[in-house]
């Protein structure tokens, strides 16, 4: 175990055929490319629409590596786990809330025989589905929840826990202090697509607010994900980087969809998404990649660009590859 000057431990030694790669290096002034979405790239093996594609952790492994496996292939530097819906109140949903602490140990064995020495492994934890201000879900049902997923995934050693696709600060708040129980790098990234600006969670968070709370928090990357299109992520992350002096993360959708019998499709191409990463970059992202409707694609577009040409050339250690 090593102790940063940040003040939190990383349990994972990285040798020098490693990428000398730590979630410490992912600083301001730094960009890593993440993955893109897993949803979308399950649909196109076979899942139904509204399945619970966690459980493929544990049924169809061989699929979630494959997904993970084509994102590594595609210059990724972060993955994701399968993990998005893995806390207990989400499974219970599909009557699925025993398997939770499985399908997160199995999600981060999964990424991690992906990742292997070329990729950091993030412990994924979505939103639980319910809200606390219409009392559908109380503040300790969350924290048993969250805590349950975290304690489950760091099980595993992930190199960080991502907390995403947040809207309600409360929620966001105790599943962050979940996560951070772990002793683990936490990351925790809102959706943004609200309000007349298009500047608010849903539930009327602003990336200043967010910022703030979670940074006096202890959480150690802020971010915004899902969404809109890639370009309203500009000005959200200029105010997410002046709000706090912590490492942002980023990861919008491929626009907004448009449902074609009752499939989503999304229209931006590759190449569009990609021609914004000079901008987020220079707006303070220190982390990038796509959620819904992203794919392989996406993230091999971004890795073309010279903003990452140049960052994962300069970060790599002697005699890596
Ligand atoms: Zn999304």
Redesign the pocket.
Known sequence: MTESAAGYTSSRQLGAEDYGMRFQDCQRGTLTLTDG?WGTEFQKLGAAQGACTDEWNLSRADLVRQVAESYVAAGSRVLLTNTFRSNPISLALYGLQDRAGAMNRAGVKLSRQAAGNAALVFGSIGPSGKMLVTKEVTPEQLKEAFSCQAQSLVAEQPDAILVE?MTDLVEARIAAEAALGTGLPVIVSF?FDSGKNRDRTIMGVSPEQAATSLTSDGVHAIGA???RGIRDFIPICRRLAAATSLPIWI?P?AGLPEMVGGVAHYKTTPEEFAASAQELSEAGASFLGG???TSPEFIRALAKHPVFQFKSEARQAPGGS
């Open positions: 979405a696709t959706v994900n899902c969404g990861k959708n959620c819904c409707g």
